[in-house]
């Protein structure tokens, strides 16, 4: 089987990963205290990179191999991504640059979290359908299904941090989590229940 | 993004896209839906996957093409349909079935 295939550029990740390693350097030095969880968000995602590049996916590869790579690259993208937003926005409120109170880092917190899900919700569907499963149409559908779920949780988890009262935000951006996740799960027990 | 825009610019290549949102097909399958010349769609399969919301695998002696639509650019695809764009200049999709 020969393949047309441009492959997924590698620098998005690499950049994702550099950016979380950096930021994580940055809170090491500026809360040392916190050192064992800050060194294992920035040494995590680079050990895991250079697994996959160097071991798992080194060499000549197949087009299976290379379109499993790509996936694999958009995945490690989006946790850099998630991992990077609320490195940096506690980079940013414990360097002193940016003085706010605790309700507004949380709130600042919570809606990066959110912004983190929609991303990975909207890049998730990028990741074309695998041509050898036995049901491609009904992979597709699901796959899209999951995207557009985890895009509305990501979008009402950051607004309800954003605006509702600071008694209810958690609540509500919980709960506004826990629909689409149980929407989800129906969906995947049905598809598995007739495959 | 732009290129996204232009992709979805034309009634053409917004229904390749919806019938790729269905399910993964061959280049001949999708050039029979549409009463338009094999260079044409040809040209249309480059835009679209110029923009990046489209695949192509060569499988033997057919290229499949898969859609690479993000949840944005469905919602995208979607208010183009709706707002009807491109259509104005009165360039249909040439459908046949």
């Given at each position: 089987m020969t393949a047309i295939h441009?492959?997924?550029?590698?620098?998005?990740?690499?950049?994702?990963?550099?950016?979380?390693?950096?930021?994580?350097?940055?809170?090491?030095?500026?809360?040392?205290?916190?050192?064992?969880?800050?060194?294992?968000a920035g040494v995590i995602l680079p050990v895991a990179w250079l697994l996959l590049e160097q071991i798992a996916f080194a060499g000549e590869l197949s087009r299976e191999r290379l379109e499993a790579r790509d996936r694999v690259r958009l995945a490690v993208t989006i946790a850099g991504v998630m991992l990077a937003l609320p490195l940096a926005l506690t980079a940013i409120f414990t360097s002193g640059v940016v003085t706010a109170s605790d309700s507004v880092e949380q709130r600042a917190l919570g809606a990066a979290f959110g912004l983190g899900i929609f991303i990975y919700g909207n890049w998730s569907t990028k990741a074309p359908v695998d041509l050898e499963a036995r049901n491609a149409a009904r992979d597709q559908a699901n796959a899209r299904y999951l995207g557009v779920c985890f895009v509305l949780a990501g979008l009402g988890n950051a607004l309800a941090w954003l605006f509702a009262p600071m008694a209810w935000a958690p609540w509500i951006a919980g709960a506004v989590l826990a629909l689409p996740a149980i929407a989800i799960l129906i969906r995947v027990t049905?598809?598995?229940a007739n495959p | 993004m732009s290129s996204v825009f232009k992709a979805l610019a034309d009634p053409t290549r917004r229904r390749v896209l919806e019938l790729l949102r269905e399910r993964p097909m061959s280049a001949g399958e999708l050039s029979d839906a549409f009463d338009v010349s094999k260079p044409t769609m040809s040209a249309h399969f480059t835009v679209l996957k110029e923009a990046g919301l489209v695949e192509s695998t060569r499988q033997g002696k057919s290229v499949i093409y898969r859609i690479k639509l993000s949840v944005l650019e469905d919602a995208l695809l979607g208010f183009a349909r709706t707002l009807g764009l491109g259509e104005a200049r009165g360039d249909d999709t040439g459908e046949t079935s």
């Open positions: 441009a492959g997924r550029s590698p620098l998005p990740p690499l950049s994702a990963v550099m950016a979380t390693a950096a930021l994580a350097a940055v809170m090491v030095v500026q809360e040392p205290e916190g050192v064992l969880v800050w060194a294992l049905r598809s598995r | -």
